[in-house]
């Protein structure tokens, strides 16, 4: 019996192109391969060149905006559907969406490979090449960004509708550089060519008032109390293709602009700077991700981007509910909104805002319907994480969201003080407003209170977070919480960017699990046969000599692909112990110092991440890391058994490169810290095992898979709460001789002989300091993990039946399956297919 993806592959490929164009509603226009079909006319009169002399940058617009062409009637089908069927829309607002390439993403879930392949065959073109034109959409930098771009693709998938609303960031976070083993910052101008996918709506603009305006002194932009200014909101949206092709929902961006674009008067005097003060303050607002928040006005800049993204968000999903709804009290019915972590939480007093002054609604009703309409996901267990902005600001800027802000809080403390009389200690805590020396709103307090629901991202995220961060709200609404584990897209995470694995799981269970991951449950049984095991490592050897090569090419590093590949890819930050991962190294490095004759397996140890700029530890963990590599590299003792690499400006698509190559995936988190985790499922389903702590959703993951499968180490998060009064580093160094050694080769400069002292502060960190992250209390677990993953490592067939098991149990941690949970639990959103 032939298996769905043997069936479609029969079919001849002028037949495929045929569906396509039917499915599409494209006509007589060919996608390539005449004068008048799309690519060629993008190429030619967008252009305006010979097409003997357009270059590979021209080829990707064009290929691009022909991919654009052929969803483009879809994807209004796909609005039109919805406000026929007046269905019940998800809005799901984020600070990022890490969405990485479109191109081949969106060619891959199109199904439009028998167009695309043979066009390039046929115009003789590199298609590599052309797609390496693309770069990463500059909207965004860890996790949760990429989870929120992930969310997307899983919704429009399974034909919810949804709209995905962000800022339009001019230049991303910015372009990581390494310089002296330093990180360096530089602008990240993703926009400096155009866009293809994007689609501006001028039409559909948003005026956003604020409290105050700002004027030009002494070359920065300074508020001015007391009178008031706006700005306008333009939409840019951006399609999301759901796999098949069948739903196409949008993405929409804001940029910021000034309502009058520069003061002509001020401008013919001469005052020029002055004269375009607006525009420059309006369009500041969205050309960084993440201003640097050392400053207050990097985090005044911060607080107006939430408040904007709110703001116009907002008054786009009420204008289109308006449109097919004149009841207001419908609003719950016919939208959800989701807030993706503390950022938009603004969104509560703002949507009380428009129920109370502009519906014209009473205090009651309005509340009920802003805590039914919203919901809100928190991301950390970490209390500095969770924004508090000063009452000044709010003051200042937003005037009328502060009173309604503290009438909220008012209604709230006044019930409280009846149900827990006396107990103001209660009342402190969970008040929306923080007292002392500059009074602040705090944001998840606000957040909570104002929704209906509060989740957290995996089962020991969401217990943590109602047992510690927020135990008193969570008393007092205990209904509200709940979890909803976090997953990933296996489009883009495995079929996508693995296609060896893909082609070899596809053979053996058929091409369903690309819709549906937990059919990957088939290869169970497939661990114990010899040749599917064969088949396995083999692509797993073709993905790592592909990221050797391209490795060479693009770094001029050189990299053995039949070493042990080693990978810790995320946000630099001493939670996430990437000072731990290098304690390992250096125990290693110095066992083949003492005992060159030890026989171990060539290893290779990739970190990447970036630092945020103000960050000055994290940074100094990175200069560590590079001066580890560099010192490895010159003692032909060690070199070419152990070789550390920093890969520099970690983004999508570097991860769609590396991790398919990966065999170790390091999840190291001190436990309770990690919320949830993605890049660990990226690896799982990509066949890396496992080496880490219990912690965020690995827990679940070595539950899925077996803990016998896993490397697991380390202190439990309550062997953690539990030790922190009487936790002394100190014992580890004066009790464990390699843990003492590995520290004395740090700060006796051995990795810094031309910079003494340069790591001082990790004296400091992991030792003076009292350790809080507990790196050295961890270290030995570790290195003993590690033995066993090495010893696992020798034995082939042992190493690859652990890896198929790993990959079988990896299909809970689809998106598909968090979407359908919130849908079905907190949305009450169903699909609504388009026809």
Sequence with gaps: MKTKSAATSAKKPDDKAAELVKQYGCGPIEFAGTDNALYERHLLFDNVVKLTSVDDRERFEAVARSVRDVLSQRWVLTEETYERENAKRVYYLSMEFLIGRSLANNVMNLLLSPLTAPMAAKKNFDWLAVLEQEPDAGLGNG??????????????????????????????????????????????????????????????????????????????????????????????????????????????????????????????????????????????????????????????????????????????????????NADWGLLPEKAAIQLNDTHPAMAVPELMRILLDEAKIGWDAAWELTKRTLAYTNHTLLPEALEKWPLDWFAALLPRQLEIIQEINRRFLDDIRKRYPGDEGKIAWVSLIEEGGQPKVRMANLAIVGTHSTNGVAAIHSELLRKTTVRDLAEIFPERFNNKTNGVTPRRWLALCNPSLAGVITDAIGDGWISDLTQLAKLKPLAGDHAFRKAVRAAKREAKTQFSDWLKQSLGVTVDPDSIVDAQVKRIHEYKRQLLNALRIVVLYNRLRENPKLQIPPRTFFFAGKAAPAYRLAKLIIKFINNLAATIDGDPAVRGRIKVVFLPDYCATLAERLIPATDVSNQISTAGYEASGTSNMKFMMNGALTIGTRDGATIEMAEEAGEENFFLFGLTAEQVAGSRDWYDPRWHYENEPETRAALDLIFGDNFSQHERGVFGQLRETLLTGGDHYMHLADLKAYLAADQSLVDLYADGDGWFRKVILNIAGSGKFSSDRTIAEYAASIWGAEPCPVP
């Design 143 to 324: 996790g949760l960004g990429r989870l929120a771009a992930c969310f997307l693709d899983s919704m429009a998938t399974l034909q919810l509708p949804a709209t995905g609303y962000g800022l339009r960031y001019e230049y991303g976070i910015f372009r990581q550089t390494i310089k002296d083993g330093w990180q360096n910052e530089q602008p990240d101008n993703w926009l400096r060519r155009p866009d293809p996918w994007e689609v501006a709506r001028p039409n559909e603009t948003v005026e956003v008032p604020l409290g105050c305006s700002f004027e030009m002194h002494a070359g920065a932009l300074q508020p001015i109390p007391g009178k008031p200014s706006s700005l306008i909101g333009i939409p840019f949206d951006r399609p999301i293709v759901g796999y098949g092709g069948k739903t196409i929902n949008t993405l929409r961006l804001w940029a910021a602009a000034a309502p009058d674009y520069f003061d002509f008067q001020r401008f013919s005097s001469g005052d020029f700077v002055g004269a375009l003060a607006e525009t420059l303050s309006a369009e500041s607002l969205t050309r960084v991700l993440y201003p640097d928040d050392s400053t207050s006005q990097g985090q005044g800049l911060r607080f107006i981007q939430e408040y904007f993204l709110v703001a116009c968000s907002l008054a786009d999903l009420v204008r289109r509910f308006r449109r097919t």
